[in-house]
């Protein structure tokens, strides 16, 4: 296209109704302040008088935000909404899988469909092998010049949420970016396991299709049924990171069961055991009876109980004294135990009162003087006969609580184990696996735990020894994955000692080698490790990694119970079964053929795979070329609430294999909420699917997800009232690159994130605006060649105009200040300053600056307009360099159609993600320009100001003055008289002419202290229909002013009204009478102002 083709074209296009960053225009009569009582809008006295003559300063407003809803006029939200709304046009990809996309075949669209920008651009990097790393080239690499990070592995059970997408949008944005940076940059994907979900839901799934439960399968088969499962469902995550542009390494996705990770997980065990750490024992921990199987902290969740609630247990056959077969929690229940050889009784509570069966110990305070004359003694338990001592412990007992005597059961309670333990009590556990009553438990043998707890209420009131329930608050603890009421219970299982790597981890963050960002959570690190308890690493499930030790005998050997702790010695860690015969033979002193080995049927804890995850996936313990040239990685990231449960473990058990720290940097982004703050939860029906936001959905979708939670009828209307009123239409289709930018916005470092995903939708405004800008940018710049060199060229060609050195200056600032938050992790401070670039900078301003220098094509004009183009083209390009961490797919689909592509010589890449991240050349930045440029575009918003108060259609060009203190200022305005004319729509503006020379009829605004620009008005305002307007708003006003003062002087108002509503009222009163007042002096002015024109 040639330079006058190109100038018509401009002619007949428009970026922009009008400038953004102008305000919108209102009518003389209409207000913008708060309303007050009675529905009117509350107009100031100062924009009534810029209505009028305009004598006060111009308001600071601040700049538009596509990302804010609801602010804005109400005509702006319904444009949003409908282009929200609009129908997509139909796609189909038609580029072949692996294949770049033909742009050259395909004309820009007039509007950005997220659907067709982000086809096939995923694919062709993979195909491309874009995202790998040669280990070689990495290898000798500094730190500084290489980025390692592996993906936090989601549950192969579950499918991402939004929370998660936020996780991929920070890693990426920071994968991508140090890859832009020339760093060896490997980002590895896997999944995790996840022992306890995915056994639950394969078994709800053979249940529901075959009636079978597991122990029907065997456990072969079951594990060959879960391994079918994850092979038909366990994909869902990896299409959901592709769709989100995650750029990580598939050729290196890890699975923490295949056979590299497997063969880790075996290896650390006998390590563990070989340096002393790994031990069996019997302790109390969390029992799900549902599971049957002993669960880590991680998987409880709390329900707090107020007082007497009654709760359903899927576990039961349900009881017969409720209408819906509940049982009774949150209730204190007292019953007294007899005293041995007396009369007396001794009086005790608990909210557990089945757990009596197994109690061991009534304690007493040793300090008691009520109880002195029982110590030594003994009750007598009413169901058994057994005899119970009475203890002295001041540790557990508070005398001034209850009857100050305290029941101890130290097989089921944490507090009453550490005292069974200090006493040397017995220890009798009086549950199964499944939760009924064991042999312990007398007459209740085999009732389940909450039906003996009402037998063994009904009992004690035959016997005389129950005194009494009341409520009583409680915190209930439930399995995440059966939903079942958590038993503590005492088992047998597998535990690491970690007070040496837990202090080693501490001491790693103490002498600084180990950064955790934000650096608050130190506290919390501490805390938790400086108190860390072994940790129990054996679950009684099927699925998982089985643990390797085999419990050895001799063959024809009798009564050696591998339950026992006193055999401990006969379990043999091995790497495998022959290893483990080798060992067993030493043990027994007998040959192959005489021992029998039995495999322990238990799995390991989930969190013990992952955490080897940053060494295991890189080959450890085999020294591969991969843990060579990747480990330790550079940066583990991940949400605050695994702090302890994976990255503490990973970086104990780095240290404690590796010798070695698996990162240097842990960034803990905040828990994603949702707009009420509540917790994203599939029971609230508020988890919402990425690709729900990416590809859209409908509001009817939306709703069959929350009658299909476990919210309360009440709670669910609500939240479809929300969900009907945040998305009428559904979520509209809105792009991985919208919902990407959108997340990193809320990326506050130290605070949780309540997520309004009506915010999250308004980013793809935002990828339609960027769209757009390009579109209308390119048309600029279609005859103009850039160079490979184009931006030094364009510096020492003595060509630019203050115009394009303040664009280049503001883009250096741009790059400074995105990769300083880069590196600082402050991912919302990158995309504000990105996002201001592009609508502040370059579209309210330059773009708009350059309209008539673009369309200038004569000779004299040749060298401003090669500026201009070269400048434009370099802060587009530069731009979405900048924003493609960010924003993958639409900047490489804008970034490919820019001109000049594939001509710029050997430096030029294939693809922006491969291209060389922006950064600051300090020599290019010009803070005079920038300087200049702001007292230009005050003058500019406030000759717009004066436009829109008077209702000057835009064909009207208008006569400007400007008043200004000499030096920089004056300068300033003086050399961009043709850009102020451009923007504020002027005929002529003048600076500081002759104050005779001014008409008297001019509407001003004062700028600031050194500046005033003065517009005249003659010959352009209709008095007549201004003055109508505003005596429209004066009767409008009168009424609810009227009610109000009636209202006041009502009889009885003083001694009847609360001092809040009266206190209330007079502030809408004084508004009412200063809004009159204020029309009243608008109507006094233009009146005034109608004179002068006459004379």
């Not at 057994?386 to 412990?393: A, F, G, S």
């Not at 790497?575 to 322990?600: F, S």
């Not at 990425?690 to 979708?701: D, K, Q, Y």
């Not at 995105?818 to 401070?829: A, P, R, S």
Request: include cysteine.
């Amino acid at each position: 296209m040639s330079a006058e083709e190109a100038s018509k074209q401009l002619e007949t296009m428009s970026l922009q109704e009008k400038p953004a960053d102008a305000p919108a225009p209102a009518a003389a009569a209409e207000g913008t302040a708060d309303a007050p009582a009675g529905g009117e809008k509350k107009l100031s006295k100062n924009q009534l008088k810029k209505l009028a003559k305009g004598k006060a300063k111009k308001d600071k407003k601040d700049k538009p935000k596509w990302n804010q809803p609801g602010e804005g006029k109400k005509k702006k939200d319904d444009a949003k909404s409908k282009a929200l709304t609009l129908p997509k046009p139909e796609f189909v990809n038609t580029t072949p899988k692996g294949h770049k996309k033909d742009l050259s075949a395909t004309p820009m669209a007039d509007a950005y469909h997220p659907q067709a920008v982000e086809a096939a651009w995923q694919d062709w990097w993979e195909e491309c092998g874009f995202y790998s790393c040669d280990p070689k080239t990495a290898e000798g690499k500094s730190d500084d010049e290489k980025f390692v990070m592996v993906i936090p592995p989601p549950n192969v059970t579950g499918s991402l949420h939004l929370g998660h997408a936020l996780t991929a949008a920070v890693e990426d944005t920071l994968t991508r970016w140090h890859r832009m940076l020339g760093h060896s940059t490997l980002y590895v994907p896997g999944t995790d396991h996840a022992g306890i979900a995915t056994q639950s839901v394969v078994e709800k799934m053979l249940m529901k299709e075959t009636k079978q439960s597991r122990h029907d399968l065997g456990r072969e088969e079951f594990i060959k049924k879960v391994w079918e499962w994850k092979g038909e469902y366990g994909n869902r995550i990896t299409t959901q990171l592709r769709r989100l542009g995650s750029s990580v390494d598939w050729s290196r996705e890890r699975f923490t069961m295949d056979e590299m990770c497997s063969k880790a997980v075996i290896e650390a065990f006998n390590r563990f055991h070989e340096d002393g750490l790994l031990y069996r024992a019997e302790r109390l921990g969390n029992w799900s009876c549902a599971l049957k199987s002993a669960i880590s902290d991680i998987e409880v969740d709390y329900i707090e109980l107020e007082g007497r609630t009654f709760l359903e247990v899927k576990t039961h056959k349900g009881n017969a004294n409720d209408p819906k077969g509940r049982y009774e929690f949150g209730v204190l229940t007292s019953f007294a135990y007899p005293i041995e050889d007396s009369d007396e009784k001794l009086i005790v509570a608990t909210t557990r009162l089945e757990t009596m069966l197994g109690d061991t110990a009534v304690a007493i305070h040793p300090e008691d003087a009520r109880y002195t004359h029982l110590h030594g003694k003994h009750v007598v338990h009413p169901f058994n006969g057994r005899k119970i001592p009475i203890v002295c412990d001041a540790e557990l007992v508070d005398m001034a609580f209850g009857t100050g005597a305290v029941k101890i059961t130290p097989a089921h309670d944490p507090n009453d184990y550490e005292c069974g333990k200090r006493h040397k009590l017995e220890f009798i556990t009086v549950l199964t696996p499944e939760g009924a009553i064991n042999n312990n438990g007398s007459q209740f043998e085999g009732m389940m735990r909450y039906d003996a707890r009402i037998a063994v209420e009904e009992a004690l009131k035959e016997k005389g020894l129950y005194i009494g329930k009341e409520p009583n608050k409680m915190r209930l603890g439930l399995c995440s994955r059966s939903g079942d009421i958590l038993e503590p219970m005492i088992t047998p299982q597998w535990y690491v000692n970690c007070n040496g790597m837990a202090k080693r981890a501490t001491d790693a963050v103490r002498n600084g080698e180990l950064k955790i960002v934000p650096e608050e959570h130190e506290k919390t690190w501490f805390q938790w490790l400086d108190n860390i308890r072994d940790w129990c690493v054996s679950r009684q499930l099927w699925w998982g990694h089985q643990i390797p030790a085999w419990f050895a005998t001799k063959k024809g050997e009798e009564g050696v119970s591998k339950l026992d702790m006193n055999n401990n010695d006969r379990w043999i860690v091995a790497r495998n079964e022959e290893e483990a015969y080798t060992k067993a033979e030493k043990v027994l002193g007998c040959t192959r053929d005489e021992i029998d080995l039995e495999r322990d049927e238990d799995v390991l804890d989930t969190w013990f795979s992952s955490g080897l995850f940053p060494f295991s996936v890189m080959g450890w313990p085999e020294q591969t070329d991969d843990l060579k040239a990747f480990y330790p990685t550079s940066l583990l990231e991940t949400g605050l609430d695994i702090l302890f449960f994976w990255v503490a473990r990973m970086v104990m058990m780095g240290l404690q294999l590796t010798d070695t720290l698996p990162f240097h940097t842990v960034y803990l982004h905040a828990m994603v909420r949702d707009k009420e703050g509540r917790k994203m939860s599939k029971s609230l029906g508020n988890v919402i699917d990425p690709l729900e936001v990416i590809s859209g959905c409908t509001l009817e979708h939306l709703l069959s997800k929350l009658d299909g939670g476990n919210l309360p009828p009440k709670e669910v209307a609500r939240a479809k009232k929300d969900q009907a009123e945040d998305f009428p239409e559904g979520i509209p289709e809105c792009g991985s690159d919208a919902l990407r930018f959108g997340l990193l916005a809320y990326t506050v470092q130290g605070r949780d994130v309540n997520l309004d995903m009506k915010r999250v939708v308004g980013y793809r405004l935002f990828c339609n605006k960027l769209w757009n800008a390009t579109k209308f940018a390119l048309q600029f710049v279609s005859d103009f060649q850039p160079t490979a060199n184009i931006l030094d060229e364009l510096m020492s060609s003595g060509k630019m105009a203050l115009r394009d050195k303040f664009m280049i200056s503001r883009l250096m600032a741009c790059c400074d200040t995105v990769n300083t938050c880069f590196q600082n992790y402050k991912f919302g401070d990158a995309q504000a300053a990105s996002y201001a670039y592009w609508m502040n900078d370059l579209c309210d301003v330059y773009l708009e600056l350059i309209k008539p220098v673009i369309k200038d094509t004569s000779e004299e004009n040749k060298d401003s307009r090669w500026a201009a183009q070269a400048t434009l083209w370099i802060a587009l390009e530069a731009g979405l360099r900048i924003l493609h961490p960010m924003m993958p797919f639409v900047t490489e689909e804008l970034w490919q159609r820019l001109p000049g592509r594939g001509t710029l010589g050997e430096s030029e890449t294939e693809s922006i993600m491969l291209a060389q991240f922006p950064l600051c050349n300090e020599a290019y930045s010009n803070p005079g320009s920038e300087q200049s440029m702001e007292t230009t575009m005050n003058v500019i918003k406030a000759c717009r100001s004066l436009r829109q108060q008077y209702n000057i259609a835009n064909k009207v060009s208008t006569h400007f003055f400007v008043k200004v203190e000499s030096g920089q200022p004056e300068d300033s305005i003086k050399s961009q008289i043709d850009d102020i004319k451009t923007l504020g729509r002027a005929s002529v503006v003048d600076v500081n002419i002759d104050e005779d020379s001014i008409p008297k009829s001019v509407g001003i605004v004062v700028v600031d202290e050194t500046t005033t620009v003065l517009m005249d008005i003659k010959g352009l305002v209709d008095y007549a229909a201004e003055i109508k307007k505003l005596q429209k708003q004066l009767t409008k006003n009168a009424n609810p002013l009227g009610q109000l003062e009636k209202k006041i002087a009502a009889p009885g108002y003083e001694e009847n009204v609360s001092d809040d509503i009266k206190a209330k009222n007079l502030e809408n009163l004084n508004g009412l009478k200063k809004k009159a007042a204020d029309i009243e002096e608008a109507i006094a002015n233009f009146k005034a102002l109608e004179e002068l024109e006459k004379n």
